[in-house]
Structures are given as structure tokens and as C-alpha cells.
């Protein structure tokens, strides 16, 4: 209890905990273009802004539903007359939320992710660790071996020398294709959405390395989810402040996300002159600059 009572500062994770942790993709981003996504949670019924998908945006949606590690399942249950089922009912998951949630987009652009699984069966992969923050796997595509990755734009983006066009070519990546894409993440993230980029590239032999993410790869699109802060964290964070107790929030987000998400949940009450510190900054700080902060 006393040290309950002199606590100054609480420092929470965000996801799950700030969050509900209930991913939904709101929006894609491929080819220069944005792609709205409608619906909401886990039930994949919902239509694209676009209609049918094109060459360049269901490639982005397969390597979404491939380099993924989910399961989602629609049940058919026999209930009595008198109870009806709601769609959410029917739909069993399991997994990080955020591979549930591209999943689920991958059904609503007409992509089964059991199909695609059975078709371009899995050969080898890396997993997602902090380090590396992104995740890849091998696949045969139609005779090919094809490498799909997933994670920080941070990452992908710089590894990547090409970009798929809307017609599906690949077409050289230059500063200025890279300002494009930064942008639109930029202003996803702004928003509070958390971004994923996607990739592919040909792969020679049966097994990745990180090597195989360093370069060579094509850029694919964006994916952008929607985790929807926690009234009660809002009225929690609310009593702290007024007891005089500091709230921060550590997250592996990408900053701007981090950003608009405290504002949602009255973490911070300026966005534009409230610093935020990455991973990279904190490494520079010693002890004293750590407590002054």
C-alpha cells in the first residue's frame, strides 16, 4: 500500500490493455491508391471501395493471407427456432489479432486463406521478433519459390527496389515512389491506424535467411487497422491524472500511431508538442537524461 501511494508514474502497454485488441482493416493502400475496407471486427462481410480487386491490390491482400500465422473459421451451427444467430456467432479465430484481421480482409476481397494455404503450400518461413520487425515465408507460386514479408514499413520499405503497378508489372522504385509510400503511411498513422507494409520478391533455394530481407524486394501495398481504445482505460487514465499521477504508453507502434492513440485515450492533450520517444532514442539516453524525461 505504500508503495501504491507515493507511485508518480505508470507506464502501460498499449495493446490489449489501453486497446480493446480487436483488429480491423479500414484501409489499403497499393499502386498509388487507397482502398477503403467496410465492416467492422472479425466477421468477413464487408465490400472493398474498389470493387473487384486488380492485379497489384490482390497481390498485396495474398501475401497478407499467406505470410500469416491466424486461423479463422466460419461455423454452421443448428440453433432452436426461436434464437438467431448474429454473424460474429458463426466466426471462431485464433492467433494475433492483427494476422485475424488481415484474414479477414482477404475474405472480403474474395481470397480464402484455407485455399491459398492448400495451393501455395508454406516451405519455410522467418517469424516476427522485435529485431527484425518483420515476418516472412516461402512459398511455390506456380512453379516458383516466392518469398512474402510482412511488418514495419521501417523495414520493408528500404529493403525494397521495386513496386508492383496496378497492372501488376514491376517497375523500378525511386525517392520518389518512396516519398509517395512514406506519405501515405504517415497520414494512416496520423490517424491512429496501425500499418503494416507487405512485400514479395523470387527466392532461389528452401530455405530464408535474414539476408533474403536486406534488398531485392517489390513493394506490395499497406495495410491499415483500427484498434479501438478502452473507455475504461480513458476513465482510468482520467482518475490518474487527476491524482496527480503521469500515464505513459510503450508500444511497439510506429510513433505518429503511437501519438494519435494517446490523444484518443487523454494520455497526452497536445499531439503537436508532445515528444514522443522511439526505441532508438531511448538507447541514447543515460540514466539521468531517463529520470529527468
Not at 202 to 221: I, K
Amino acid at each position: 500500500v505504500e508503495a501504491l501511494g507515493s507511485t508518480t508514474v505508470i507506464c502501460s502497454d498499449k495493446t490489449g490493455t489501453l486497446t480493446e485488441n480487436a483488429m480491423t482493416v479500414t484501409e489499403l493502400w497499393c499502386a498509388g491508391s487507397r482502398v477503403g475496407v467496410e465492416g467492422h471486427g472479425y466477421v468477413p462481410e464487408g465490400r472493398l471501395s474498389c470493387g473487384e480487386p486488380g492485379p497489384a491490390l490482390r497481390e498485396t491482400v495474398l501475401a497478407a493471407a499467406l505470410c500469416n500465422d491466424a486461423a479463422l473459421h466460419l461455423e454452421s451451427r443448428r440453433l432452436p427456432a426461436r434464437e438467431a444467430a448474429s454473424p460474429a456467432d458463426k466466426v471462431r479465430h485464433a492467433g494475433d489479432p492483427t494476422e485475424v484481421a488481415l484474414l479477414v480482409v482477404a475474405r472480403k476481397a474474395g481470397l480464402d486463406d484455407s485455399t491459398l494455404r492448400h495451393l501455395f503450400p508454406r516451405r519455410d518461413e522467418l517469424p516476427f521478433d522485435s529485431a527484425r520487425q518483420t515476418m516472412a515465408t516461402l512459398h511455390d507460386i506456380e512453379g516458383q519459390s516466392v518469398l512474402y514479408a510482412k511488418g514495419a514499413i521501417e523495414k520493408i520499405l528500404p529493403a525494397c527496389s521495386a513496386l508492383l503497378a496496378s497492372d501488376g508489372a514491376e517497375l523500378p522504385l525511386d525517392a520518389a515512389g518512396r516519398a509517395l509510400i512514406a506519405a501515405a503511411a504517415a497520414d494512416m498513422a496520423a490517424r491512429g491506424l496501425r500499418v503494416l507494409a507487405l512485400a514479395r520478391r523470387r527466392h532461389t533455394g528452401d530455405e530464408l535467411s535474414d539476408a533474403a530481407l536486406e534488398e531485392g524486394l517489390v513493394f506490395l501495398g499497406l495495410a491499415a487497422m483500427m484498434d479501438p481504445p478502452r473507455k475504461q482505460a480513458i476513465a482510468a487514465v482520467r482518475t490518474c491524472h487527476a491524482a496527480g499521477i503521469a500515464v505513459k504508453m510503450i508500444t511497439g507502434d510506429h510513433a505518429e500511431t503511437a501519438r494519435a492513440i494517446a490523444l484518443q485515450i487523454g494520455i497526452i492533450k497536445d499531439a503537436g508538442t508532445t515528444e514522443v520517444l522511439t526505441g532508438r532514442d531511448l538507447a541514447l539516453l543515460d540514466d539521468a537524461a531517463l529520470q529527468d524525461g
